[in-house]
């Protein structure tokens, strides 16, 4: 199946901003997929961030970063991002990608099947 590598996480102020990678690996590639960014908190259910579809670039928010993240994609590198500005610190979590290999998508953890190792994000004074 497809791999997933992320990277990007890190300890930042509130208020400050991070960038998360999630490079693609295994001869897949990514413009044929649904790619979402997922979160997890310590005893909290894994929530949806955000996700982009294949099929025409649309997107999706949770309410919570609307406004704040963008998700992106760069064709040439199997590569998307998910910058994050203006943190704080409700968004500290592990941060996951996934991956479905449809043109269109639920932003719901269960219509992923494909995903990265997680990465910590920790955002605190």
């Known amino acids: 199946h497809l791999q997933l590598v992320e990277s990007g996480g890190g300890l930042v102020q509130p208020g400050g901003s991070l960038r998360l990678s999630c490079a693609a690996s295994?001869?897949?590639?990514?413009?044929?997929?649904?790619i979402g960014w997922f979160r997890q908190a310590p005893g909290k259910e894994r929530e949806g961030v955000s996700c982009?579809?294949?099929?025409?670039?649309?997107?999706y928010y949770a309410d919570s970063v609307k406004g704040r993240f963008t998700i992106s994609r760069d064709n040439a590198k199997n590569t998307v991002y998910l910058q994050m500005n203006s943190l704080k610190p409700e968004d500290t979590a592990i941060y996951y990608c996934?991956?479905?290999?449809?043109?269109?998508?639920?932003?719901?953890?269960?219509?992923?099947?494909?995903w990265g190792q997680g990465t910590q994000v920790t955002v605190f004074s």
């Open positions: 996934a991956a479905r290999a449809f043109t269109r998508a639920m932003c719901v953890p269960g219509q992923f099947g494909s």
């Open positions: 982009s579809m294949s099929s025409d670039g649309s997107t």
């Open positions: 295994g001869g897949f590639t990514l413009d044929y997929y649904v």
